[in-house]
């Protein structure tokens, strides 16, 4: 059930021990349940409890460690031998008087490596403030590092098998967010449209089925459009009424967001046509100028410029990169385009371009996913790029 052949993961691992070997980095806990997948192909709807995959720098194999009744998912799902899949009793769960850490602890024990240079994910959103506590008690004589993003950075550049599957993705995208827009009217409740978007999400295409994307659809409709990251309702949609939709395809975990807006009516206000207007020519003049060896800051001055013209300014970050994920987030907390990030563009890394322009009492997004190339950047999907009115 590996979603990739055994040496693209053993790649991958030569490069993170070699990020291990300059951090000085013995021994790496991974608890971002992205990197764990990544690392080992694990793939399953247990990150509620705490789960780690060790990366040893002088072992061939990761080790897995998990609850008791997730162990079969890590055989059926990694290329892992049997012997470095353990699980722990159940009553670690969730127990006031002892903590999957001290599972882990022990393990680390039993192989030798309590006094190592221990590297740890400290800020991944499933790796607690407990979990450090009581892997730092449990194991007195190691020196504990702060490893966050070392895997995320090596994550960055992404295969061809990689971008073949995010291909898939785009293409689930354009399904996905012509859903959307087929299914909005008036008197529609947007929980109805919602449902549709889901179904979209998960079919996929006739050639390929879909996955759950990390974060929701995001579809604000009305005064609602100001702010980022709102979801639905059960209100029905007004006639005279904009709806933002952030949206994604997401194919093997592997992601392609896409945000449009549309207008519900007949007579979308100046200001809202204007800002439309400016943002797209912004989009594809920052798309049609990235190259590699660009810096993630130079991209964000192109677009700052242009709008700066227009008399706009937006204080956000325009974009980060994106791709292999779970929930709450498909960004992979690296690069962003911003300034001040001075990261130098590379083939085969990919982003999530989106510009959200939220103003006093209305706003517009429109985005896009792309892959830097040898020569540009190429988008995930193929969508037109408007303010859509439905009247």
């Known amino acids: ?12 691992l030569e490069k993170i021990k070699e990020q291990m070997e300059i951090k000085g980095v013995d021994l790496l806990v991974l608890a971002d349940p992205a990197n764990m997948n990544y690392t080992t192909g694990y793939d399953g709807w247990s990150f509620y409890v705490p789960q780690v995959v060790l990366v040893v720098k002088d072992e061939a194999q990761p080790l897995w460690i998990g609850r008791g009744m997730d162990a079969a998912g890590a055989t059926l799902t990694t290329f892992l031998k049997q012997e470095n899949i353990q699980g722990y009793p159940d009553d670690y769960v969730q127990s006031i008087t002892k903590h999957p850490m001290n599972y882990v602890a022990d393990i ?61 993705a785009g293409k689930i995208a354009e399904n996905v967010m012509q859903t959307a827009l087929d299914n909005l009217s008036p008197g529609t409740r947007e ?12 079919s996929g295409t006739t050639e390929f089925g879909g ?30 009424q904009a709806v933002n939709l952030e949206l994604a395809g997401c194919k093997n975990r592997y992601h392609c967001p896409i945000a449009r807006t549309a207008y519900l009516g007949n007579n979308p206000s100046d200001k809202l046509s204007n800002i439309a207007d400016v943002t797209v020519e912004g989009l594809n003049l920052t798309l049609d100028a990235i190259k590699p060896g660009m810096l993630c ?6 677009w700052r410029n242009h709008i700066a013209k227009h008399g706009f300014e937006k204080e956000s970050r325009i974009g980060y990169a994106m791709g292999l994920n779970y929930p709450p987030d498909w960004g992979e907390h690296t690069a962003s385009l911003r300034p001040g990030d001075k990261t130098v563009l590379k083939p085969n890394m990919t982003f999530h371009m989106i510009l959200g ?18 020569t540009g950047c190429e988008t995930f999907a193929n969508f037109p790029r408007k303010l859509f009115v439905k009247n």
């Open 357 to 374: 322009m939220w103003m006093d009492n209305y706003g517009f997004e429109c985005s896009e996913s792309f892959r830097i190339t040898e």
């Open 191 to 202: 929980c109805d449209v919602v449902a549709k978007v889901y179904q979209a999400q998960i």
């Open 297 to 302: 800051e130079d991209v964000e001055l192109i």
């Open 108 to 168: 680390i024990k039993q192989r030798g490596w309590a006094d190592k240079n221990i590297g740890v994910e400290m800020d991944a959103y499933y790796f607690s403030a407990r979990a450090f506590r009581e892997l730092e008690k449990s194991l007195p004589n190691a020196v504990f590092t702060d490893a966050t993003n070392l895997v995320n950075w090596v994550r960055l550049i992404k295969s061809h098998n990689e971008i073949s599957i995010m291909k898939q």
């Open 1 to 12: 059930m590996l979603i990739f052949e055994k040496t693209e993961y053993l790649l991958r």
């Open 211 to 240: 996955d759950y994307p990390s974060i929701v659809p995001m579809m604000p409709t009305g005064v609602k459009t100001t702010a980022p990251h709102l979801t639905w309702t059960d209100d029905p949609y007004e006639d005279e």
